[in-house]
């Protein structure tokens, strides 16, 4: 009897140990992300200086984080490089999407990945964190203007949405998302200039637009301008000469204001009686 018993202690015994080798063997083949990459014009992918294939690349990748490099393709000798870290999660998506310009003011492209949400307080909502270059762009989700990046949004509904990227001077970008409820998307969004818009344009702009020390100029006497079509059928009026200040109305194509101030790319205007505010000069003209 002692003998059986035994017999059955080793057989319990070893399913166990069995058990747990299988678990440990499959959460070791599981510690892998997707890795999705693609760019145009056509490039090759690198991984920590190694190079793993050409766009459109998609493959399973470890988990950890990574320096990405694009190298154009011989033929497109107009076009600048792009590298930058990006991270992959277990058993999660790593998305990658790039346009590759002439220098690394016209490149353009998005990273996207998802992870869990530290704190799950509603089961049907999610979060979308958007970081942008250069900072400061205006966040639009579903045409609503949500904030300036970096940002989180909190209490995103679960399903299909539109997040839109947007900076005066700057090409606008626009990506369809899947938020999934207890999950946060971490987007990083790369924005090109925009030369048609503003030939003169630098990236120094922004950082002049931002400082409290900006000195403001007084424009001609008499000078107009006329509000051009915007994305959004609609231009913000700002409480200060810069995106990061806070809305304050809107003015629509076609309408005609004073100018009261020039300060960088802004304009200061009167929106009604006794109201004053600034509007990106980007989306005006002078009156003729």
Do not use: C
């Not at 492209?109 to 704190?119: A, E, H, L, R």
């Amino acid at each position: 009897m002692k003998k059986k018993i035994g017999i059955f202690i080793l057989l319990v015994v070893g399913f166990v140990l069995f058990v747990m080798v299988r678990f440990i063997l499959l959460d070791t083949q599981n510690t892998t992300g997707k890795l999705k990459i693609v760019s145009y014009p056509a490039s090759s992918v690198f991984i920590n200086n190694v190079a793993i294939g050409k766009v459109p690349f998609e493959d399973k990748h470890k988990v950890g984080e990574f320096l990405l490099k694009l190298i154009p393709e011989e033929n497109a000798t107009q076009t600048a490089s792009w590298q930058r870290k990006i991270k992959v999660y277990k058993n999660a998506l790593t998305y990658v999407n790039v346009e590759l310009g002439s220098t690394d003011l016209t490149t353009a492209g998005d990273i996207m990945d998802v992870t869990k949400m530290d704190k799950v307080l509603n089961g049907d909502k999610g979060e979308v964190s958007v970081e942008t270059e250069p900072s400061g762009a205006i966040i639009y989700l579903d045409n609503d203007e949500k904030g300036v990046a970096p940002v989180i949004l909190t209490d995103v509904l679960k399903g299909d949405h539109e997040l839109s990227v947007f900076m005066p001077g700057f090409f606008r970008r626009t990506q369809k998302i899947n938020v999934v409820p207890g999950y946060r998307i971490n987007a990083y969004v790369k924005l090109a200039i925009d030369p048609n818009q503003s030939p003169s344009f630098k990236v120094e702009d922004i950082k002049k637009d931002a400082s409290p020390s900006a000195t403001p100029s007084s424009p001609s006497g008499g000078q107009k301008v006329v509000v051009r079509g915007t994305p959004e059928g609609f231009l913000n009026v700002r409480e200060d000469a810069t995106v990061t200040a806070s809305k304050a109305a809107e003015v629509k194509e076609g309408d005609i204001f004073e100018v009261l101030e020039e300060k960088s790319s802004w304009y200061k205007i009167e929106y009604e009686t006794g109201k004053q505010g600034w509007i990106s000069s980007e989306y005006t003209r002078n009156q003729e």
